[in-house]
């Protein structure tokens, strides 16, 4: 094979690994930005900084492997009947029919002078959490009123972010949604171990059931923004929450994955 011929695959070869390795860090910076609420000038500079870096990258004549995932994938949330119009209240005694989809968001169903404690039945073991009806009324009636139509029976836990020390779920993957958004509640807010916090992407108003579980201190990195609302605190189980943090396999967009299926099998509300 002659001298140019080879010269000119191995061209072609290098900028086509450069243009992979681009295309995945342009990828991961927009999906971690999207979570922690960058503000979309300031995602276009890294962009674009990420971007001529790569393309001018061509120092390194080492040979570049396909990623093959080995994070077992979960499988999806078992759907529910849809519920169209007005969300009515559902049956307190768990008996209510199981719905996932939804027009609109439910009207207030819980009394926010009781106590309402979240029992999250997961398939690495219990988790149970007050939920806040004085300072969050709102938000939590919306957790309670998906908890009691089962809502998040079946679903997982999808995200782990060892960087943030939070472990993320209410669906099957970042995307999921009951098919509407509520208002975010309350002042700024700070984090700490055992918090239970909706998830909602950069977008004020943008919450609908997804949530995140903080299980360490380096949550704390998000109180300068405070505007992921809290509206619980775990009382049992924090260390399982730890333990399926740990499980993180290092894989997948948004901090991480669980190197198995963490499955939410039943979440049951307490009233009191």
């Known amino acids: 094979m002659g001298t140019d011929k080879r010269a000119r695959q191995k061209a072609n070869r290098d900028r086509a690994r450069q243009d992979r390795i681009r295309k995945q860090k342009l990828n991961k910076v ?3 930005g999207l979570l922690l609420g960058l503000g979309i000038p300031a995602i276009i500079g890294v962009l674009f900084l990420i971007s001529n870096f790569v393309m001018n990258d061509s120092s390194s004549d080492a040979p570049i492997e396909a990623v093959v995932s080995t994070t077992p994938q979960p499988t999806e949330t078992i759907p529910g009947r849809q519920i169209t119009g007005k969300t009515p209240c559902p049956k307190t005694d768990g008996s209510e029919k199981r ?9 207030m169903c819980i009394n926010p002078a009781k106590s309402y404690t979240a029992t999250f039945n997961t398939s690495e073991g219990v988790i149970e959490v ?10 939590v009636n919306n957790f309670v009123t998906l908890s009691r139509y089962g809502y998040y029976d079946t679903s997982f836990i999808f995200r782990t972010d060892v960087s943030l020390d939070i472990i993320q779920g209410g669906g099957s993957n970042n995307t999921d949604g009951p098919g509407y958004t509520i208002k975010d509640e309350g ?13 909602r992407s950069s977008g004020v108003d943008s919450g609908g059931g997804q949530f995140f579980f903080v299980t360490g201190e380096k949550a704390s990195v ?4 405070g505007t992921y609302v809290t509206f619980g605190k775990i009382t049992k189980g924090l260390d399982v929450a730890q333990a399926i943090l740990a499980l993180n396999s290092g894989e997948g967009d948004l901090g991480g994955a669980p190197s198995k299926p963490v499955k939410i099998d039943t979440l049951v509300i307490t009233e009191k």
């Not at 719905?99 to 009207?107: D, K, L, W, Y």
């Not at 700024?188 to 909706?198: E, I, P, Q």
């Not at 998000?222 to 923004?225: C, K, R, V």
């Open 99 to 107: 719905a996932t989809i939804f027009e609109q968001a439910p009207s």
């Open 130 to 139: 007050a939920l806040d009806t004085k300072k969050t009324p709102e938000t």
């Open 222 to 225: 998000l109180n300068s923004q």
């Open 30 to 32: 927009r999906k971690r």
């Open 187 to 199: 002042g700024r807010f700070s984090y700490s171990a055992g918090d239970l916090v909706m998830a």
